[in-house]
């Protein structure tokens, strides 16, 4: 049966930058933020209760309202696991249904708050990938043109990267890409390998 690996890291930590080398050996990739926000966007359901939770204003013109969300969130924390609690079990069937239709050995399922939500349980194997704070800090102020604050915010609301490294089975320093393309290799040699004693 096809095992499931988590891959995680805290924001800007490169997790998506080390799905697309896993995928480019092959691997079938979920990552569920990129469908959490596909589904924010089209699903009914979603759409009813997040209006009930946060206001019409969360979408306009049919749009989801990301910032306005974010601004939501950014004054009341305790806004963001109400959020979650009504998204993430969807993204869970979204996924059970993608997994029914994979036959590779394993799958990657990315997943910012994999820990945050107490969700290791659901895999086999977990990756974390790993940054220094003010790296990550500097990636998601250029990729987002977010302020440092913002960024915080965010990292604030996760987990300390120790903390995650020491519950995962393997670590990815976000270094040289060059270096972390062969890092990412070595790993997925080592799960094709343990998988074949399974
Ligand atoms: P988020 O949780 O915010 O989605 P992420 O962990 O998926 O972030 P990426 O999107 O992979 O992180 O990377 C964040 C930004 O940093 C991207 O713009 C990416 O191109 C860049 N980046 C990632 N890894 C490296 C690297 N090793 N060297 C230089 N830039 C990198």
């Known amino acids: 049966m096809t095992k499931i690996v988590g891959l995680t890291g805290g924001i800007g930590s490169g997790k998506t930058t080390v799905a697309e080398m896993f995928k480019s050996f092959g691997v079938p990739v979920y990552n569920a933020d990129e469908e959490a926000k596909i589904l924010m966007q089209n699903s009914e359901t979603i759409k009813h209760e997040l209006i009930d939770l946060l206001g019409e204003s969360c979408y306009t013109d049919g749009q989801l309202n990301r910032s306005y969300i974010a601004s939501q969130v950014f004054a009341d924390q305790r806004l963001l696991e109400r959020i979650n609690a009504i998204v993430h079990p ?12 994979q036959n590779a050995p394993y799958v990657i399922k990315e997943v910012a708050i994999l820990f945050e939500t107490k969700s290791q349980h659901l895999f086999d194997f977990i990756i974390t990938v790993t940054a220094p704070i003010e790296t990550r800090i500097q990636r998601v ?3 987002d043109q977010k302020t440092k604050k913002e960024v915080m915010s965010v ?3 996760q987990l300390p990267d120790l903390e995650k490294i020491n519950q995962s089975n393997f670590v990815i320093i976000s270094n040289k890409l060059a270096e ?6 070595a790993i997925h040699n080592e799960i094709i390998n343990k998988l074949k004693n399974y």
């Open 155 to 157: 990292i604030n609301n």
């Open 141 to 143: 102020m250029d990729r």
């Open 180 to 185: 972390m393309k062969v890092n990412s290799l």
């Open 90 to 101: 969807k993204v869970a069937a979204h996924f059970e249904e993608w997994y029914s239709n």
